[in-house]
C-alpha cells in the first residue's frame, strides 16, 4: 500500500476517532505535492484518534516508511507515536517521540505483557520539521526481528526481540489511547507486507558447497542446479577448529547433517533442521586425529551411511553407523592404503559406491566396491591423472540437471566442477576463484 494522500482521501486506512480526535487530509503541511494525512488529538476526556491499515492474513513480516511532521507534542509523561505494529490486541513493537525530552525510543511488548523500552536516539526530535522514518518488524517468537530508520541511518536492528506474536496483522499511525495528545502529520507513506518465507534446509541440495572460512564462519554456497552456485549464505560460526568436515544425510530423515572431524580428533554429528539450522553438536567418537575419512553408503543395504577411514598404519576400517546417530564397531576392511586421499562415490553408477584415491603422483585410482562392504577383484583402473594440484574433493549429485559428479579444490584457489557418467568424465568447468583460504567440506 502507498499513498501520498494527493487524493484527498484516506484511502487504504481504516480511521478511529472520538472526542475532540480527528482524521483527515490537509493541506496545512506537505512533505511532497499540497496535502498529507493528519491525526489530532487532544488532552481532553474521550480524545482519541489513529489511522490503521491492515495486513494480509498470514502477514509475518512488514515494512512502513514515510514522512512524518510532529508539530504539536503532548503532555509529559506521554509520548506521540510514529509507528505501531499488531497482531490482534497486542502492541507488537512501536517508535515514538517521548514528550520528556523528544528522543526517538522504541518499545516492544514481551510475552508476559510487559513493555520493554529502548533509547534510540539521544537528541530531541525537532518539532514542525519533517523527518524520514521506517520501521520493519518481523514476528517470530522469541527470535523476531525490528529494525529501525530516522532520517536515512539505521537506529537499531536486532533478530532476537522477544515477543508471543508469530503474525502480524496491521500498523497504525497514532494512538488507541484516550488523551494521547499530539498532531501529527504524515506524508509518501509506503506499507508493505509478506508472509514468512517457507522453511527450508541450511544445506538445501546434495551440490552445495559447504566452507569454513579464515574466521571460523561457516557458509553454504547453494548449487543453482544449472552448473553454477548461487549467494552465499551463513549458516553457523565458530568452526576455526575443523579439520574436515563431511555433509551426509546421517540420520536417514530427507534433511542433511555434517559429520565434523576436529583438530583435537573429536568426531561430531550435527543433524540438520528442516527449518535450518543445526540440532546441538552429538559426540560420536575421539583420537580421530590420525585417521583420513570418507562418508557415504558404503554398504548398499544399511539404512544409514557410514565411514570409511585409514588410521596411522594404513589399515582401512568401515564404521557402520546402525542407529543414524552413534558409530558401531569398527570392521576391517583392508590395508596398505596410508598416504591416499579417500572419496567415496558411485563412479560407474552401478548402484554401490565406490572409491577414488588419489595418490602422490597425481592419479586417481578407481575401487569399485560390491555394495556390501568389499572391493570388486581385478584390476585397478587409472581414472585420472595430474591431480596432485587439487587439494580437496567433494561428491555431488545434480549440480547440473540430473549430473554426478566432484566439486574440487584447485591448489591455485580456483575450485571446479568435474562431471562424470558411469565412468566417464565430462568437460571441467571452473566454477570459482579465490577458494584458497577456504576449508571445503566433502
Not at 488529538?41 to 489511522?51: C, F, K, Q, W
Not at 549464505?233 to 555433509?247: R, Y
Not at 527449518?275 to 553438536?281: C, I, L, N, Q, T
Request: contains cysteine; proline residues 3%; hydrophobic residues 35%.
Amino acid at each position: 500500500m502507498a499513498n501520498n494522500f494527493e487524493s484527498g482521501t484516506l484511502n487504504g486506512f481504516s480511521s478511529t476517532t472520538g472526542g475532540t480526535g480527528t482524521t483527515e487530509v490537509s493541506s496545512d503541511q506537505f512533505h511532497s505535492g499540497t496535502c498529507s494525512a493528519h491525526v489530532h488529538a487532544t488532552a481532553d476526556l474521550g480524545s482519541v484518534a489513529n489511522l490503521s491499515t491492515p495486513l494480509p492474513a498470514g502477514t509475518a513480516t512488514a515494512y512502513a516508511d514515510g514522512w512524518f511532521n510532529i508539530t504539536q507534542a503532548g503532555v509529559v509523561g506521554n509520548n506521540v507515536p510514529y509507528l505501531r505494529f499488531f497482531s490482534g490486541s497486542i502492541r507488537v513493537a512501536d517508535i515514538y517521540r517521548f514528550n520528556d525530552n523528544g528522543q526517538l525510543w522504541l518499545r516492544v511488548t514481551a510475552p508476559d505483557g510487559a513493555s520493554v523500552f529502548t533509547r534510540l536516539t539521544t537528541t530531541s526530535i525537532t518539532l514542525n520539521a519533517w523527518h524520514h522514518v521506517a520501521m520493519r518488524t518481523t514476528a517470530n517468537g522469541a527470535a523476531s526481528t525490528v529494525e529501525v530508520w530516522f532520517d536515512g541511518a539505521q537506529v537499531y536492528s536486532s533478530n532476537q526481540v522477544v515477543s508471543a506474536a508469530t503474525t502480524l496483522d496491521r500498523v497504525q499511525l497514532g494512538a488507541e489511547h484516550n488523551r494521547q495528545m499530539g498532531d501529527t502529520y504524515v506524508d509518501d507513506l509506503v506499507i508493505k507486507a509478506s508472509p514468512r518465507a517457507a522453511a527450508t534446509p541450511s544445506i538445501r541440495s546434495a551440490a552445495d558447497v559447504l566452507a569454513v572460512g579464515s574466521d571460523g564462519t561457516l557458509w553454504n554456497y547453494p548449487a543453482t542446479g544449472q552448473g553454477s552456485l548461487g549467494a552465499r549464505q551463513k549458516i553457523g560460526a565458530g568452526w576455526a577448529g575443523l579439520a574436515k568436515g563431511f555433509i551426509t544425510d546421517w540420520n536417514s530423515d530427507g534433511t542433511h547433517d555434517v559429520i565434523a572431524q576436529w583438530k583435537d580428533g573429536r568426531l561430531s554429528f550435527y543433524a540438520g533442521r528442516p527449518e535450518g539450522g543445526f540440532v546441538a553438536a552429538r559426540a560420536i567418537g575421539t583420537g580421530w586425529g590420525g585417521y583420513h575419512i570418507t562418508v557415504g553408503d558404503w554398504r548398499t543395504a544399511d539404512q544409514f551411511p557410514g565411514i570409511l577411514a585409514y588410521d596411522a598404519s594404513g589399515t582401512l576400517w568401515y564404521y557402520g553407523n546402525s542407529a543414524g546417530a552413534s558409530l558401531s564397531p569398527r570392521i576391517k576392511t583392508g590395508s596398505g592404503w596410508g598416504g591416499l586421499y579417500l572419496t567415496m562415490t558411485d563412479f560407474d553408477q552401478d548402484g554401490a559406491q565406490d572409491l577414488l584415491a588419489k595418490r602422490s603422483d597425481g592419479s586417481l585410482i578407481l575401487y569399485r566396491s560390491t555394495g556390501t562392504g568389499g572391493f570388486v577383484s581385478g584390476a585397478r583402473p587409472t581414472v585420472g591423472t595430474g591431480w596432485n594440484s587439487i587439494s580437496s574433493i567433494t561428491a555431488v549429485e545434480g549440480f547440473t540437471t540430473g549430473s554426478s559428479g566432484l566439486i574440487t579444490q584447485l591448489t591455485d584457489g580456483r575450485l571446479a566442477h568435474y562431471p562424470f557418467s558411469r565412468g566417464t568424465w565430462g568437460a571441467r568447468t571452473i566454477i570459482g576463484t579465490g577458494w584458497s583460504t577456504f576449508n571445503v567440506l566433502r
